[in-house]
C-alpha cells in the first residue's frame, strides 16, 4: 500500500492554492455539488441550533463555510478557523471581517493537536476535510474531540468525498465522478484530481461516519444530501449532553 501524504505535503499543496477555494459561487470546483452542500449544511446548523455564539470551522480553508453560515445566519458571531495552512488562514480571516463583527480567531495546526475550549461551540463545521484521516481509531478519537467541543445542544455538520461499502457500488459511483471530472476539465483534469486523491486521501463511507457519531455520543445524524461520492450530512448534541461516550 503506498504511504500517504503527510500533513505537512497536504499543508505544502494548499499554500499555493488559496485562490481555488476562496469563490463563494463555485465552493471547490472538483467537489460535486459544492454550493448546494454548502448552503445545505450551513442552513441546517441555522435550524438545529438557533443560537450562534461561536462556530469552529475545520480545515477552514479561504473560509466559504464560515461566511455562508454567517449570511445564513444573519446575525453576528465568533468565528474560531483551523487549517493547516497559514495563508489559508490568512484569507479566511482577511474575508470574514467584513462579513462579521464578532471575534475571529486563527488556530494554525492539526485538529487532532490544537487546544481548543471544551464545550465552547456551538455549531462545528467540517467541509473536505475529514477524508485526510487515516485508520478507524483516529477517525474515533476526532469524533469523540469534537463532540467534547460542542456545547450541549450544539450541532456538527460534513461536507466530504466518500467511499462506499459495497465495491460494485463504489465502481460506479466513482465512474460517475471521473464522468463528472471529465465533463469539467477533460481527461487529465480527471487524472489529476484522482491521483492527489490516491496520494492523498482516506475517505470513509457516510454508513462508517454516521454509526461514529453516534457511538461517541450524538442523540441525533441527518443526512441532508448525496450525490456519487460527496456527501452533506451532520449530528446533534443533546441539550443534557456533558461529555463523550466510552
Request: glycine letters at 6%.
Amino acid at each position: 500500500m503506498k504511504e500517504k501524504s503527510s500533513n505537512e505535503d497536504i499543508q505544502k499543496r494548499f499554500d499555493n492554492d488559496v485562490e481555488r477555494f476562496s469563490n463563494l459561487d463555485t465552493g471547490q470546483a472538483a467537489t460535486i455539488d459544492a454550493p448546494l452542500a454548502m448552503e445545505l449544511i450551513t442552513r441546517a446548523a441555522v435550524a438545529a441550533t438557533p443560537a450562534i455564539h461561536r462556530c469552529l470551522d475545520i480545515g477552514c480553508g479561504a473560509g466559504n463555510n464560515s461566511i455562508k453560515l454567517l449570511r445564513e445566519y444573519s446575525g453576528d458571531f465568533d468565528c474560531d478557523l483551523c487549517d493547516l495552512s497559514e495563508p489559508m488562514l490568512r484569507r479566511a480571516e482577511e474575508r470574514l471581517s467584513s462579513e462579521t463583527s464578532g471575534v475571529i480567531r486563527k488556530f494554525h495546526g492539526d485538529i487532532r493537536e490544537l487546544p481548543l475550549p471544551e464545550a465552547g461551540y456551538d455549531v462545528i463545521l467540517a467541509a473536505a476535510v475529514l477524508h485526510h484521516l487515516r485508520e478507524e481509531s483516529d477517525w474515533e478519537s476526532t469524533f469523540r474531540k469534537i463532540y467534547d467541543l460542542l456545547r450541549p445542544g450544539g450541532s456538527f455538520w460534513i461536507t466530504d468525498l466518500v467511499t462506499h461499502e459495497n465495491e460494485k457500488v463504489h465502481r460506479l459511483m466513482w465512474q460517475r465522478y471521473a464522468d463528472y471530472l471529465i465533463a469539467s476539465g477533460g481527461k487529465e483534469y480527471q487524472e489529476k484530481v484522482f491521483a492527489y486523491i490516491d496520494q492523498e486521501d482516506s475517505p470513509r463511507p457516510v454508513t462508517f461516519q454516521l454509526d461514529l457519531l453516534k457511538r461517541v455520543g450524538f442523540e441525533s445524524t441527518e443526512i441532508l444530501h448525496k450525490n456519487s461520492c460527496f456527501a452533506a450530512f451532520g449530528a446533534i448534541k443533546s441539550k443534557g449532553g456533558n461529555g463523550s461516550n466510552v
